[in-house]
């Protein structure tokens, strides 16, 4: 029996003014072949859908509705490589069912450890070996992982998760920290727990083997907060908090300091310490700690002070746009030097709100972020191309760059983790004079490892900006409707069309084209969103057709539509107009269609009058004129058209619709219907969902339609999400789509690529025929043939060494092989061989050659990648020396090379490894003082 569903987009009825965008919102991408399997003819090479064509479907974290991502950060090693755990709130995978309260992120994707901790928040975590091997201890409101009871502390050794101490019940674990009393490294952490006893306290324990003890005496109070300061005479360790006392003192003090043998308490101040971390300034590490107080025992400090061991001074003063209340401290060093960032509440954003995160360089504070909420934990991660400021918090933007709630900052720049795209709205295919790519356009943000605007390119093996895309409201990105390729005479370029003010960073309003160089306005713009451009003949020359919610366009008036021939803007009648929105039309689609009388212009969407004639929701522009097509378009719950396309064999074609609606014409057709030209048909059922995409294979023996949508049955064929109709007959697409709590497809693009055509989905799901792929799939050919053995393995070498990395295939005959770092092919040259082979060498290697590195595998019938080898080159040499010549002695003729280095500001490796001082990357002046008290050391 047919089956036939309700089906509802997140719009409301009374506010349907973006249609088009709402059906779209939160759509991703996915790739299929133009090519049903064993449907071409002659065809000697298979298709499928790819496996990992993009990143997996825990690839993007996202804020869950009951709290806030980000309470807890750690780097841990599970014998893979170093990895940045987050831990918080119970939180959904988007576009997954998983729920997890820890993800791992490995510098490229995001995955869960092991079943991961499914309830509860976590509130800290740290690494430590105890003697056995590494683990990750986890601290938070759980009880149970695996069928075993925690207690609310686990430790994860990378393979399996397991109970610390069944004995303490870790009711809140505010922070942990590995501190060596001199008795060898131990486990130490502060917050409230219940004992053996049945007692309940705030206090500092110390792990032994799997058994927790109080710091005896013990420390009572409400702690916090643990840091450690190497002072003179060894680690000294240091609790803060609420409160702290001991047996015999007891006050406002909100710091303790353990000397090995008994709590000291100090730091009379107002309020709590909230935020603890050691950083040396040049004078020595110290205590930095930060809270709202004025006055810390008597001293005048602000919000931030340090304590060197004996004294307080203050560091600041925290400018005036600094965050309301600090959550973290952290000191953090690059390539620039090292920094104490501080994270914590702000408000009034955007704009002109204040600064969310802060930097101190010694001297001043800085301010190094706006978020549109509050960041509570710091850390610092290398993931193989250099060390990077982590943040997490509640916010999910920085800057006005996505995030989801983690994000990184590195040079300078904030960016997000993994793939953040908002959704994808439409795509085109454009050769920007490099070769035809695939563009795709929509509320983008953030694309793998790049952030973008609003669009995208995609160059065959990485997602690439399109300069600096679209944006609006100053930075934020823009929104894309509408894609299309179109020459105003000038050449072909890329047009596209949505709600920005900006392209390229200059005015732009709502539409914009982009030369494959740089972006430029057309024609003033429009007044309002634009909805859809698509080009047209109507007999005296192609030009660009553009419809939206705009009333002007350049310097005239125009109702929702107009037409650019690329010098001048022209209206096609009085327009369309009421029936939409606010009583004003709504048109969303466009297309051109020869019924016999000659190519017309079809348009379709929400509208009553077209040329100031009844044309119900869809209309004909043909000789300067409009005309009804029939009876038009109605719907029991209103009426959306997304997609219009002719269809049929040779050139007796009919025009096809595809939205949500009941009614075409006289005949009962449920979101799609065709038109033969005189009257309107169904086909065949129509639906049970909403049809958001229409497109004809290019590559198909017979002609084919593909229909895409929200509906999971075509006719009385059950399917998922993607039909094939031959004219007669309803087919599935092999598996089609699915996951996600609203799967459907949105867009779609045809383009050859290497072993020949492939068609491009855009869409919400997590799955493509069963293979896990969030948003991002490819249908191709099989690439079975190739199989990897051993993968290239990751490196840590110094500066100068050898460096030999190989793949291992089955059989290498037929295959070619080519090399890239950070997604750049690598050539031959004086120092790289083997680029193009099985084996790549480097020698010798620099500092630069840092990074990812992989192998593109090419056969007759496709292509695949090998697992990256993360390569690092390091100076092995820890404080430079100074010997500039490696002789062994500092003297006269390193003087010189030095010198040299400096007057040209040298950033050759074989300088930098010996002679940069303060870490900034180059050979200065400001690395004299300390090579000169190296020379009068000797």
């Known amino acids: ?27 991703c991408l996915v790739t299929a072949s133009a090519l049903t399997p064993g449907a071409a003819h002659g065809q000697a090479c298979e298709y499928q859908w790819a496996s990992g064509f993009g990143p997996p479907a825990t690839s993007v974290p996202c804020r869950p509705a009951n709290g806030y991502d980000g309470t807890a950060l750690a780097v841990f090693d599970d014998g893979t490589g170093p990895a940045l755990y987050v831990g918080g709130y119970n939180s959904l995978f988007q576009g997954t069912s998983i729920h997890t309260s820890i993800a791992r992120w490995n510098g490229h994707s995001w995955s869960v450890p092991g079943p991961g901790i499914s309830v509860g928040n976590i509130t800290a975590m740290c690494a430590f070996d105890d003697g056995s091997g590494p683990r990750l201890y986890v601290a938070g409101n759980f009880d149970v992982i695996e069928g075993v009871t925690v207690n609310g502390m686990a430790k994860w050794d990378g393979h399996a998760w397991s109970a610390v101490d069944p004995n303490i019940i870790a009711s809140y674990v505010n922070a942990f920290i590995v501190h060596d009393d001199g008795s060898g490294p131990s486990l130490y952490m502060a917050g409230l727990v219940g004992l053996p ?13 799997n058994t927790w003890s109080l710091v005896e005496p013990s420390l009572s109070g409400s702690v916090t ?12 360790l240091y609790a803060g908090g609420q409160s702290v006392a001991t047996s015999t003192q007891s006050g406002s003090f909100r710091l ?24 040396d300034d040049g004078r020595g590490p110290a205590l930095y700690v930060a809270g709202s107080w004025a006055t810390i025992d008597g001293v005048e400090t602000g919000k931030v002070a340090r304590w060197d061991g004996e004294t307080w001074s203050s560091v600041g003063p925290v400018p005036q746009s600094s965050p309301v209340g600090v959550y973290d401290l952290h000191a953090f060093r690059d390539k620039n030097g090292s920094r104490l960032y501080a994270a914590g509440i702000s408000y009034g954003f955007p704009p002109g709100g204040v600064h969310t995160f802060l930097e101190w360089n010694g001297v001043e504070w800085k301010g190094a972020g706006r978020a549109n909420d509050f960041g509570i934990r710091l850390t610092s991660f290398d993931d193989g191309s250099g060390p990077a400021l982590y943040a997490a918090g509640g916010f999910d933007i920085i800057d006005s760059r996505k995030t989801s709630c983690v994000a990184r900052r590195k040079d300078g720049g904030w960016s997000g983790l993994g793939n953040g795209t908002g959704g994808i709205h439409d795509m085109a295919q454009f050769d920007p004079g490099t070769g035809a790519s695939l563009f795709i356009g929509g509320s983008l943000y953030h694309t793998g490892v790049m952030d973008v605007n609003g669009i995208a390119q995609w160059l065959g093996y990485a997602w690439s900006d399109v300069g600096g895309g679209v944006t609006l409201f100053g930075d934020f990105p823009g929104y894309l409707y509408s894609l299309t390729v179109f020459d105003d005479g000038t050449g072909p370029a890329l047009y596209v ?33 634009v909805t859809r451009l698509h080009v047209h003949d109507d007999g005296s020359a192609p030009a660009l057709y553009v419809t939206g919610q705009f009333d002007q366009v350049g310097d005239i008036s125009a109702n929702r539509i107009a037409r650019w021939d690329g010098k001048c803007w022209s209206t096609l009648g009085d327009g369309l107009t009421g029936g939409g929105p606010s009583g004003g039309a709504f048109p969303t689609s466009m297309t051109t269609y020869d019924d016999g009388d000659g190519p017309a212009l079809i348009v379709a969407g929400e509208f009553a009058m077209a040329g100031g004639s009844p044309a119900q929701n869809i209309a004909r522009w043909k000789d300067g004129a409009w005309t009804a097509m029939g009876a038009g378009i109605s719907g029991d719950n209103g009426v959306g058209v997304y997609s219009m396309t002719p269809f049929g064999p040779g050139d007796n074609k009919e025009l096809y619709i595809g939205g949500y609606f009941t009614q075409a014409g006289n ?10 030209g005189k009257e309107w048909h169904a086909v065949d059922g129509g639906v049970n969902g909403y049809v958001l995409e229409l497109h004809v294979l ?12 929200t509906f999971d049955y075509a006719g009385d064929t059950p399917v998922s999400h993607i039909a094939q109709w031959d004219g007669l007959n309803w087919t599935a697409f092999d598996g089609g789509v699915s996951g996600g709590e609203a799967p459907g497809v949105y867009a779609v693009e045809e383009i050859p690529e290497q072993f020949g055509r492939a068609i491009y989905f855009g869409g919400s799901f997590t799955h493509v025929n069963g293979l896990e792929s969030l948003c991002i799939g490819k249908y191709e050919v099989r690439q079975g043939e190739i199989a990897i053995l051993d993968h290239p393995s990751s490196q840590t070498l110094p500066y100068g060494d050898l460096l030999q990395i190989s793949v291992t295939v089955e059989d290498e005959s037929n295959l070619n092989f080519q090399w890239r770092r950070n997604g750049t092919p690598l050539t031959d040259d004086d120092r790289v061989s083997g680029s193009q082979t099985s084996t790549l060498i480097i020698q010798p290697v620099d500092l630069p050659d840092t990074g990812r590195y992989e192998v593109v595998v090419t056969a007759p019938c496709g292509m695949t990648v090998s697992n990256p080898a993360l390569i690092s080159v390091q100076c092995f040499m820890g404080r430079p ?17 030095f010198t040299d280095a400096a007057r040209h500001h040298s950033q050759r490796a074989e300088d930098v490894c010996f002679a940069d001082f303060n870490y900034d990357g180059a050979i200065t002046f400001l690395d004299v003082p300390m090579f000169v008290e190296l020379l009068l050391a000797e």
Request: net charge negative.
């Open 497 to 529: 069309g949505g709600w920005f003010d900006q392209a390229g960073g200059a005015p732009a309003s709502n539409i914009a084209k982009w030369d494959g160089h740089a972006w430029s306005p057309v024609g003033g713009g429009t007044d309002g969103i």
């Open 225 to 236: 907060h643990l840091a450690v300061v190497e002072e003179n005479h060894g680690p000294v």
């Open 197 to 209: 006893n049945s007692q309940w306290l705030y206090s500092v324990l110390r792990l032994n083997g």
């Open 698 to 709: 290019e590559a198909s023996e017979a002609p084919t339609l593909l229909v895409a949508g």
């Open 667 to 676: 005949a009962q057709a449920i979101g799609i219907a065709r038109w033969d």
């Open 256 to 279: 303790a300091r353990w000397d090995g043998t008994s709590w000291h308490c100090f730091g009379n101040a107002a309020s709590e310490v909230a935020a603890m971390a050691t950083w």
């Open 1 to 27: 029996m047919k089956r036939v569903n309700s089906v509802s987009l997140p719009l409301p009825r009374d506010d349907r003014q973006s249609r088009r965008r709402s059906a779209l919102t939160f759509a």
């Open 881 to 897: 020396t100074g010997d500039m010549n490696r002789d062994g002695l500092r003297n006269g003729i390193d003087v010189q090379a």
